[in-house]
């Protein structure tokens, strides 16, 4: 098989060589359209709100661009002999709601039967050319300004397992299912040199990421890290996901933990999120004034992380 080579269109701003968050079209020299799709397993047993998060979740990597989502259409995968079609109804549900809440249209979509539910969004947006954001923009001096905690790869899982219990899964629900938009929003009025969204490669496979774009090394200061409750607690019980070991994996010999850490601390470095927040580059002069945006937006746990150093080689310490 031959490798994929990588288009030469000169008005593909963005594709997948910086394994960026979505692709970028420039069509006319004041637009861009951005082009994503992604899809879930449930996390939760729910349907609404499995539709309300695993939208939210696509529409996030158009926000993690810069952008804006026109519009989105629904990518079903449902057994549809073996649950009730009033189950796909609420994810549908959620996830048209939460297209609303975008302020995109929902266009239509495609569904096929499979053996487990799945569900998604193939999602088109729009940004200026010249204010994408990209792995690829970060700058020695910039700050790193995580907008979600971090930790529900974990408590889907402990909760499958009974060993959390689901009132308490429910109380982070609205924060997992919001949208990245009030972020993206809010952070617009500063120096954003770089963006994007942590998901299922967990925070140091995402922040390595931005570190070979870049061509940076990254500092992280771990006791920075928001967290949602009861996630190390989990990991100290035993709890796992099937994504650690192979974020771990991806991440090896590109980092290194400058003070001593529990076995379960070092877990969650390598969680993987659904609908995480943003992770964005900003000049560490205003690094204060944008924690004090976010909050003032709603965004109650946005904490400076990490810094960007200047390295020969993409790096990260865990400080």
């Not at 661009?65 to 002999?81: Q, Y």
């Not at 993206?184 to 040199?193: K, N, R």
């Not at 960007?308 to 990260?316: L, Q, T």
């Amino acid at each position: 098989m031959k490798s994929l080579e990588l288009s030469h269109d000169p008005n593909l701003l963005v594709g997948f060589d910086t394994s960026d968050d979505a692709a970028v079209y420039r069509i006319s020299p004041e637009t861009a359209l951005i082009s994503t799709v992604d899809y879930i397993t449930p996390p939760v047993d729910d349907p609404y709100w499995f539709g309300q998060i695993a939208a939210a979740n696509s529409l996030s990597d158009v926000y993690a661009m810069g952008g804006k989502p026109l519009t989105a259409l629904n990518l079903v995968m449902f057994p549809s002999t073996k649950l009730d079609m009033g189950i796909l109804k609420e994810i549908l549900r959620g996830g048209n709601d939460k297209v609303r809440e975008a302020d995109a249209s929902m266009a239509g979509g495609h569904s096929v039967d499979d053996n487990e539910p799945k569900y998604g969004l193939a999602v088109t947006g729009s940004v200026h050319p010249e204010r994408i954001l990209t792995n690829g923009g970060s700058r020695v001096g910039d700050a790193l300004i995580l907008t979600k905690p971090l930790g529900t790869g974990v408590l889907f899982n402990a909760n499958r397992s009974g060993k959390l219990p689901y009132r308490e899964l429910e109380a982070i629900l609205p924060q997992v299912a919001a949208l990245n938009r009030a972020a993206i929003e809010a952070a617009s009025e500063f120096d954003v040199h770089a963006c994007t969204d942590i998901t299922g490669y967990g925070i140091l496979g995402h922040c390595l990421e931005i570190a070979q774009a870049s061509g940076v090394q990254i500092d992280l200061f771990y006791n920075e890290f928001p967290f949602y409750p009861n996630a190390l607690d989990m990991y100290r019980k035993g709890e796992t996901t099937g994504s650690n070991q192979a974020n771990r994996k991806l991440v090896e010999g590109f980092w290194d933990a400058l003070s001593e850490m529990s076995a379960a601390q070092q877990a969650l470095l390598f969680d993987p999120q659904t609908s995480g927040g943003l992770l964005l580059a900003v000049a560490g002069s205003q690094a204060e004034d944008v924690i004090a945006e976010l909050k003032g937006a709603g965004l109650e746990t946005a904490a400076r992380i990490g810094d960007v150093v200047a390295n020969d080689r993409p790096y990260m310490r865990v400080i």
